[in-house]
T-cell receptor
Framework: DQQVKQNSPSLSVQEGRISILNCDYT??????FLWYKKYPAEGPTFLIS?????DKNEDGRFTVFLNKSAKHLSLHIVPSQPGDSAVYFC????????????FGTGTSLTVIP | KAGVTQTPRYLIKTRGQQVTLSCSPI?????VSWYQQTPGQGLQFLFE???????NKGNFPGRFSGRQFSNSRSEMNVSTLELGDSALYLC?????????????FGSGTQLSVL
């Protein structure tokens, strides 16, 4: 039972344009969300987080939006750069299970120079 | 500050054997979590250890076990290996458990079961 879903396995974007990666979840108890970037043969690298008391969080070129009523979050990358080409995972946790995170299956982003 | 270190980087085993993977967390981090990643799948939570105690366990058979030492280093053991256990095993550390912590991942151990 996939509680966190990333329905787009891949995305291609021109350099300098906006990349939008989407993530949906089913468990209304989730209150904390993370985005990770992963290059081949490396572990995931933390990008940005958001808790359910906010609907937006920004860090440089990365912004995460949370729509609790729709159980949907998105990661915006502006402007996109070729070095952003990687697999992006969203993850969610609830307040009761420590650091147990539920991950989506990932979206492979390709930024075309 | 050194990151999360996982050893070995690659491992090849045969069915029925057992394997032990090791993880050294970032200095000062007391929580260590383990995840399994298979092709086309997201990361699946195995278990979390905090202060030498298993905090939480995912939906994996009892063949998967772990432990944490007093210096926060952790090991994961898989007994009676099956072909389906071939995966990338990732270890992640954080300062505390719960409370909106960020997980910091190691590079993983790629296990191949033949």
């Amino acid at each position: 039972d996939q509680q966190v879903k990333q329905n787009s396995p891949s995305l291609s974007v021109q350099e300098g344009r906006i990349s939008i990666l989407n993530c949906d979840y089913t468990n209304s108890m989730f209150d904390y969300f993370l985005w990770y970037k992963k290059y081949p043969a490396e572990g995931p690298t933390f990008l940005i987080s958001i808790s359910s008391i906010k609907d937006k969080n920004e860090d440089g070129r990365f912004t995460v939006f949370l729509n609790k009523s729709a159980k949907h979050l998105s990661l915006h990358i502006v402007p996109s750069q070729p070095g952003d080409s990687a697999v992006y995972f969203c993850a969610a946790s609830d307040p009761f299970t420590g650091n147990q995170f539920y991950f989506g299956t990932g979206t492979s982003l390709t930024v075309i120079p | 500050k050194a990151g999360v270190t996982q050893t070995p980087r690659y491992l090849i085993k045969t069915r029925g054997q057992q394997v032990t993977l090791s993880c050294s967390p970032i200095s000062g981090h007391r929580s260590v979590s383990w995840y399994q990643q298979t092709p086309g799948q997201g990361l699946q939570f195995l278990f979390e250890y905090f202060s030498e105690t298993q905090r939480n366990k995912g939906n994996f058979p009892g063949r998967f076990s772990g432990r944490q030492f007093s210096n926060s280093r952790s090991e994961m053991n898989v007994s009676t290996l099956e072909l389906g256990d071939s995966a990338l095993y990732l270890c992640a550390s954080s300062r505390q458990t719960g409370g909106n912590e960020k997980l910091f991942f190691g590079s993983g151990t790629q296990l191949s079961v033949l």
